[in-house]
């Protein structure tokens, strides 16, 4: 892996425009490099020859003239995020002192770091795994507690730990199922067959509860979509406005107000949920608000929980998915002393603002996060699910091939199947166009 470490990379690891920023160099003689910018003012000796873990207080030079105060953090490899020789400049935030930093560094023999060259390397090293590799930009992203917490367990390495007891157990019936092909002209089991049978189950099992998570772990990551639905002047957007604190949408008393689908985020109790206003469902002959009565009916569609608003009782007009949840609504409770409400309705005043935490608290009672802040294993990434539905085909191939005596060699090839789809998740099988595709995603500096 040294040949992907014999250049130095440069970048800045923070925005600028705050009070400081971070410019991160990486690679071998990245220190000897930094040395020729860095006059060091508090030790007095030079990087190269300071001990790892180390920091120095000095100044950033353009020959004689100086370009910022710095403090430089040292990291020696291979005891570094990256494995690599590395060094940290804090400099003040400006974007102009930053911009400096990095030509000089770049003059200096250091080429500017590519989206998530920091992090690839790290991989590359062998510091982290794919799957890992892949939490840092979801640490990063995380806009709630419950979806650092998900991040922060796949990157502690718990996820990694699972599919690695997964893989561990098949990589023993893999090699059992070769042996008997290596004595295949003496016809010799060398495992159970009952036992191998027993093993795919277990494995089918937590593969496919792996699976399920996918549908909190996603909608966690990505926010729990919510639509709320109804007859025109219902009340939709009076409800988003109050949810928000804000007058996103508009609202007035003339029905089919809103035309077009809006959507903002609120986080409650540690989970962010986006909030889709619609337009009212309803028969019209106006193109333009058949065209946002489409939108709502695909909103409703990909929404994980939908709230049904009504401002009477009335007959049902919503029927959710199978996993969907459905939280119903009756609006306007203080136009309307003395009504009584269905089993599991919530009555509120949207403008008003009662009973709007009972049907917050609903709503958060809809997203089940028990498993991600126990820190279980959790997906919440596309290219693991689909990787888990791969596995999870080649094992019931596999254990329909036991139940029905296929030959041992093509029972094995399905096994070899299951391993490479969960060897995809965790790097230990990949490929360029995946390295490349994966950490494109990152920001520079990471």
């Known amino acids: 892996m040294d040949i992907f470490f014999n250049d130095i990379i440069v970048a800045p690891a923070t925005p600028t425009g705050g009070a400081i920023a971070i410019v991160r160099i990486e690679g071998e003689g990245a220190i000897a490099l930094c040395d020729r910018l860095f006059r060091p003012v508090s030790s007095g000796r030079q990087l190269s020859d300071a001990k790892g873990y180390t920091m120095s207080y000095g100044y950033i030079m353009d020959g004689e003239r100086r370009v910022d105060d710095v403090v430089v953090s040292l990291f020696r490899a291979p005891h570094s995020y990256t494995g690599g020789d590395m060094v940290e400049i804090s400099c003040h935030g400006s974007a102009y002192i930053v911009s400096e930093i990095v030509r000089l560094a770049v003059e200096a023999g250091a080429r500017t770091a590519t989206a998530g060259e920091f992090t690839k390397r790290a991989f590359l090293a062998g510091k982290l795994d794919l799957s890992q590799a892949e939490a840092v930009a979801d640490v990063i992203a995380a806009d709630s507690k419950a979806a650092l917490t998900m991040a922060d367990t796949q990157l502690r390495g718990a996820y990694s730990a699972a599919l690695g007891s997964l893989r561990a157990e098949l990589l023993h019936l893999a090699a059992m199922l070769e042996l008997e092909l290596d004595f295949g002209e003496e016809d010799v089991e060398f495992a159970n067959r009952e036992e191998l049978i027993g093993l795919l189950n277990r494995t089918e099992a937590e593969i496919a509860r792996l699976k399920r998570s996918f549908v909190t772990g996603n909608a966690i990551k990505k926010g729990v979509a919510v639509a709320i639905v109804g007859a025109p002047n219902v009340g939709k957007s009076t409800l988003l406005n109050r949810i928000v604190g804000d007058e996103r949408a508009m609202v007035s ?176 099988v990949s490929n360029q166009d995946i390295l490349t595709h994966i950490f494109s995603k990152f920001c520079i500096g990471k």
Do not use: Y
Request: net charge negative.
């Open 253 to 428: 008393d003339i029905a089919g107000t809103t035309r077009d689908t809006i959507e903002e985020s609120v986080a409650i109790d540690g989970v962010m949920f986006r909030f889709i206003d619609t337009a009212g469902l309803h028969d019209t002959d106006d193109k333009l608000e058949a065209m946002g009565i489409e939108r709502t009916r695909k909103a409703l569609g990909e929404a994980q929980i939908v709230v049904e608003m009504f401002d009477a009782v009335g007959d049902d007009f919503v029927t959710p998915g199978e996993e969907q949840k459905l939280v119903r609504v009756l609006n306007k409770i203080d136009l309307q002393a003395g009504t009584t409400l269905p089993d599991g309705w919530i009555g509120i005043s949207a403008k008003q603002g009662a009973g709007i935490e009972e049907f917050l608290k609903a709503l958060r009672g809809c997203v089940d996060t028990s498993d991600v802040m126990r820190g279980e294993a959790v997906v919440s990434n596309s290219r693991h699910h689909e990787a888990l539905l791969h596995a999870e085909e080649a094992l019931q191939r596999a254990r329909s091939g036991l139940n029905f005596g296929l030959s041992t060699d093509l029972v094995a090839q399905d096994v070899r199947a299951v391993l490479e789809a969960i060897g995809t998740i965790t790097g230990e």
